[in-house]
């Protein structure tokens, strides 16, 4: 139940699982396969004490599966609960809409959308797991991984297999490269720059234009091309800035990571264009972070063909920095991943197994990579008719809103809430009950008739017999 954390799950084969990568989506998926009753250790190139001091969005759709695995209680100290989406114009400050998070439709939802600390949510997550009975190895750089061995290369010389191993680590992936075809890799350079700020909570309040910004609102300010977000994050104590800019001059050097830091007057922009309260942000702010991102066009296979590698987070879609469902789409694939494998009863089910975490999280996570970009496009439109009649647009739902969520009008929730709602709405846990209530029988009776138990004795032939090519 919410705020209980889980036992592990007795009466599934246990496996060992190796995960490489300790951030947000190794630590889930390692946290939900030892839930599972499996066996995990961790593998970390890093020494551990890194952190990325950025804020994250953990929309209705991954803290439902954190409450579900009692989390909830670590969630609500350092969460802050997002009531409300404010539009501005980013170069004049003016108002251009607003969306409620309507408490009857978050009640709907069983979850609330949450601004936190990556570090805050990644500290969870590895109490979590190391309570759990997670293994964890640091300073591990994994220089080769064998597909069909189902085996690590170390530096050191070592050399590390399990049953499965887990491609947790990211958008530069060395596990992907490991099967999959390398044309995968190519795509095309972003025209803009995703860059992360953090300003103290305390600076703020120092600012009466910016102290109202302390608040339970998510702020996004829409520019000439360019796009800014911000909220506060870890209890209020911060506030997070994200901003999409175009990439130029210094800017076009970034690499696709977050480990690069440097000062905002390091970086080629052009302050002018900003409204007040933006630009005296971007000079307040002593770091920042500038991410590069590589479009690529969706991968078909997660799974490698030995059925012995599996990826889950960026390294399986790697997303646009700074979206909204980045955090999301890896607590989905871990709570996927762990769910199916909890059921597994025989050895040779995990080709299966494997298939069917495919099969459930490829669609999802590229309907979702669509929409982020197609929603970004949307917010850093030029000048000119477009952005003109985007902001009117906005102005008019602004009118149209309304305290009460029984005033309003029916056309106007679905052109406003629908596809928002279907990814927030969306449940990986339940899914994955539904496809094992229509399939799992099948997936059961296929290890019987090849022969599978626990303990690889051939099963009584009374268990399963066939009579004119019908199972009973």
Known sequence: MPGELLKPRSGTLPLKFIIIGGSIAGLAAGYALRMGGHYVEILEQSDGTERCFGGIRAPPNMTRILNDWGLRPLLDKVGVKCTEYDFFDGETGEPLGLVRMHEQMMADLMADFLFMQHGDLRRILFDAALRAGVEFKYSMKVTKVDPDAVAVHLEDG??????????????ESIVRKSFMNPDYEEGIQDKHLAL????????ME????????????????LGDNFFVHGSSIHSK???NINAFVPRKGQLANCQETWRTRCRVDELDIDMD???????KMFLLAKEVIPTAHTIRQPFDNYVSDSSGIVLVGEAAHPMMPNSSHNASMAIEDAATLGRLFSRIRHHDQIPRIMAAYEELRQPRCAATIEYEWRKRVFFTLPRGEAQMARNAGLREAMKRESDDWDEIDEDYLQWKYERELELFA???LEIVDDWWTKWGALVNRSSILNGSTHSGHPPPVEISVLQNGRIH
Do not use: C
């Not at 992360?196 to 600076?203: H, K």
């Open 158 to 171: 070592q050399v590390r297999s399990a049953d499965v191993i887990v491609g947790a680590d990211g958008h």
């Open 196 to 203: 992360i700020m953090v300003i103290p909570g305390e600076v």
């Open 206 to 221: 120092a600012h009466d234009d910016l102290k109202p910004l302390l608040t339970t609102q998510w702020t996004l300010w």
């Open 237 to 239: 104590q911060g506030y």
């Open 273 to 279: 264009q900003f409204e007040p309260r933006l630009r």
């Open 426 to 428: 969306h449940n990986a």
